[in-house]
């Protein structure tokens, strides 16, 4: 079984600075992909970035960035330069390689950026 | 990144109807569509997975008449909300695989929000 935990209700973050937004997950499959997205108010999710479980290097995606800790069954977002348009509610998914269909997502954060 | 589009946007319907819901991927052919169901303040639930060509496959619990699904094409698919009724207000959002992106990664439409009086 799949399980995506995300503990962050909430999140507050001052305009320009930086925050990590937390995933956990817990899998069987020793092999999976790891995603974020971002769904504004208008409902839309948004890919964000991808990790796959195999990639050597951390992914980055202008100012995303995962923190991929394989060990600790962890894939947090970071998000540079916060803008004020990055208020938003932030979902981890998972899909593991045994079934690949299979997208699972976290409760999501919602980021809310001060200016 | 791809583009997914979902009509229409927002509908209201009177209990009792049925609601038809297209999801187009517009600029590549997806393998697999995928449909959710969001309600307020909460994540995606995963309905249904369809493939081009076959029957849809059903989540634990969804009703396959209640929600019926074709996916007629490389680029269509779409979801019947038969008979609809006020517990099946929610947002449904559909879901696109494939593309060139490296990842095969999923692109979501924009949802569609459904009032059902």
């Known amino acids: 079984a799949q399980k995506i935990t995300q503990t962050q209700p909430g999140m507050f973050v001052q305009e320009k600075e930086a925050v990590t937004l937390d995933c956990t997950y817990d899998t069987s499959d020793p092999s999976y992909g790891l995603f974020w997205y971002k769904q504004p108010s208008s409902g839309e999710m948004i890919f964000l970035i991808y990790?796959?479980?195999?990639?050597?290097q951390n992914a980055t995606e202008g100012r995303y960035s995962l923190n991929f800790q394989k060990a600790r069954k962890s894939a947090n977002l970071v998000i540079s330069a916060s803008q004020l348009g990055d208020s938003a509610m932030y979902f981890c998914a998972m899909r593991g390689a045994l079934n690949n269909n299979d997208m699972r997502f976290g409760a999501g954060t919602r980021l809310t950026v001060k200016p | 990144g791809a583009v997914v589009s979902q009509h229409p946007s927002r509908v209201i319907c009177k209990s009792g109807t049925s609601v038809k819901i297209e999801c187009r991927s517009l600029?590549?052919?997806?393998?697999?569509m995928f449909w959710y169901r969001q309600f307020p303040k909460q994540s995606l639930m995963l309905m249904a997975t369809?493939?081009?060509?076959?029957?849809?496959?059903?989540e634990q619990g969804v009703e396959k008449d209640k929600f019926l699904i074709n996916h007629a094409s490389l680029t269509l698919s779409t979801l019947t909300v038969t008979s609809a009724h006020p517990e099946d207000s929610s947002f449904y959002i559909c879901?696109?695989?494939?593309?060139?992106?490296?990842?095969?990664?999923?692109?979501f439409g924009p949802g569609t929000r459904l009032t059902v009086l």
């Open positions: 990790q796959g479980s195999y990639d050597q």
């Open positions: 879901s696109a695989r494939g593309g060139s992106y490296r990842t095969d990664t999923q692109y």
């Open positions: 369809s493939n081009e060509g076959s029957k849809a496959t059903y």
């Open positions: 600029d590549f052919q997806a393998t697999t």
